[in-house]
Structures are given as C-alpha cells and as structure tokens.
C-alpha cells in the first residue's frame, strides 16, 4: 500500500479512487446532502461564501465539511509525501477574475464538472448538455495552449504563503463546530440539507487526500483526452460515474430519468451549455478545474489559492446581483453574464500569449 500511493497515479490508483469517490459521493445524498449534489466543489464553496455573509441568499448558507477536508486532505497527502512546496506570482489577478468567472458559470448551470456527472448519475439528462459545454469550452482552451497560451512562471515563495490557505480552512472548521453568532446558516433550501459534519469532513479529507496523490481534475481529464490522447485522468471521470451510478441505482435514488422535474435543475440547454462552456474554457487556461484548484491550494500553490478566492468572490457577486440560476431558470442578468464572461476569457487567451526571445 506504502508503494502504491508514493506513486503519483498509477492507473489502478486513479480508477480505485474514481469509484470511492463516486460511491462516496452518492453516499452523502443518503446521508443528508441535496439529491444529485453529493459533492460539488462550486455549490459548496458559494454555500461557504453564504455562511460568511458574503452573499444573502438565506436557502445556501452553510460552512460545507468536505470543502474544508478536501485543502486539508490534499495538505496532509503532499506535506506526507514530501510535495508540499510554496509558490506563485503567475498572474494572480488574472486567476482571480478567471475563478470568478468560473463560478459564475458553474452557477449558471447549477453545478461543478463533479455535479455535472453526478446529475446525470442521478438521472437528470440536463448532465449531457453540461458536460458537451465543459468538453467544448476545454477545447477552445486547448486551441489557446497550442498557439502559445501562458499566465507565466510561478516562482519559490516563503513557506509561510503556503501554509495561510490550509490555516484559513482550519479556521473555517472551528467555526463549523462551534457555530459563533456571525456565521450563518440556511433554515431551509440546499443549505439546510447536509450530512454530518464529521461524516463531510471524514470523506473530504479522504477525496482530498487521494485527489492530491492521483492529480484528479474533472477538466484536465477530458482536457489530456483531446490534447495528447492520454485517458490517464480521464479514466478517474469514467470510474467516478460509474461508482456514483452503481450506487444510485442501488440504493434507489434516480426518481426518474429526463430533463425535466429533476432536484436543484432547471432545463434550459443553451446556458446549461455556454455556462459550463465558460467553465471548460476558463479551467484549461487556469491548469484545473475547481476540485483541483482546492486541491493544489492546499499543497502550498498559492495561485490555486487566488483562484479559489476569485471563485468565492464570483459567488458573492452571482447572489448579490442576480446572476446565479435556480430551479425556475436562467436569469437575464444572468445569461448576458455568461456570454460577457466567455468574451472576456477569449480576449484572456488571446492576449496572455508566451513571448519568445528574438
């Protein structure tokens, strides 16, 4: 067992820790979480961003466990490892605003890569349209990598700059035990339904961990597919449906199969595609999707760290402002904010181009 996890990704590593995670996953709809929201790295983070009252949207306010337990698994896993290491200074500005823009996407559909899956899991067919939207917006990405696309070098930095994102989570979890007067917390909707906190934080940590030792990225997976033909990442995709699958169809938690009437969803295919498309896009220029942002800012990356904190500001402004879809459908705010954010990303990837030295 040592052997296997001092290997980065060995394929039967990769495919074990897709199926956990999905079986996981599933799990946590039975254990209390949203149904088809087992695990959502976009969804839990605005929750978290809810409970600081960064935003007012009273139904996703709650400090999620596993968000928490997903830094600090990943911060355990490289720091074990001997992986942890400081660095930064790629662009952090531009990270921000790519993060925010991608959450501001995954709102818009109603969900993460990971959710995406996990809907279709589910039985919520609107899960095609995310994932031909995150597939397309990943090879726009790849397009910009081809011709040159590049945030630049980070750099060493001191070890103390690693280490604050991991601190801020530890924070984040005493406030989750102790509850003080100033987090808030939903009495009902989304934010109201949660599995125990030790059973969130024990699977968090366990996702965070394995995602660290393997490279999990929902993004870099179908990214790797097109670009150099490799299903390493991928086949941690595959074994994650297939585990969440198994396990909805055996503890009988697919209600029906179809677009419409399915839980936290609405179906309206043009932004399900262009939100997730945003998404797609802005991930590959960003190196990651948002699980794997979470994980690299807790083994010391400090521009995963500023893209994490674009993410949390890009759920504020999507509650705030009425960008953020729901059950009843797309906003036009909303809407005009997903077609402003792809242009906006484009520009980025044609513009952050490597120079060469004449």
Known sequence: MRRLFRSPSPRMLLIVSGLAFGVLASLLVRWGNPANMGFCAACFLRDITGALGLHRA???????????????????????????????????????????????????????????????AGGDLNGITALGGLVSGAFLGI??????????RSAKMPALAGWLFPAFMVVLLLFAIFTPYFILSSGSGTGSLHAALWISLAIGLGVGFLAQRTRMCFVGGW?????????????????????????????????????????????????????????????????????????????????????VFGMIAGAAVAHNFGLAASAKGVTTFGAWTVGIGLAVVLVIGFLMKERRAS
């Not at 397009?143 to 630049?152: E, M, S």
């Not at 994980?295 to 500023?306: K, P, R, V």
Request: include cysteine; proline fraction near 3%.
């Open 143 to 152: 397009l910009f990598l081809r011709r040159g696309f590049n945030l630049g």
């Open 223 to 307: 990214r790797d597919l097109m670009l150099i033909r490799d299903m390493h990442l991928f086949s941690i995709i595959a074994a994650f449906f297939v585990g969440a699958l198994v396990t909805n169809l055996i503890l009988g938690q697919i209600d029906h199969w179809g677009f419409v009437g399915q839980p936290i969803s609405h179906d309206e295919h043009l932004w399900n595609f262009f939100g997730m498309a945003l998404l797609g896009l802005a991930a590959t220029l960003l190196g990651g999707c948002p699980l794997r942002q979470l994980i690299l800012s807790g083994q010391g990356d400090t521009d995963a760290a500023m893209t």
């Open 58 to 120: 009273e139904v996703v306010q709650y400090i999620r466990p596993e968000i928490l337990g997903l830094v600090l698994g990943s911060f355990t896993a490289a720091f074990a490892f001997k992986e942890f290491r400081t660095r930064g200074g790629s662009a952090p500005l531009v990270r921000f605003f790519l993060g925010a823009l991608m959450m501001i996407g995954a709102l818009v559909f109603l969900g993460c890569p990971v959710r995406a899956l996990l809907r279709l």
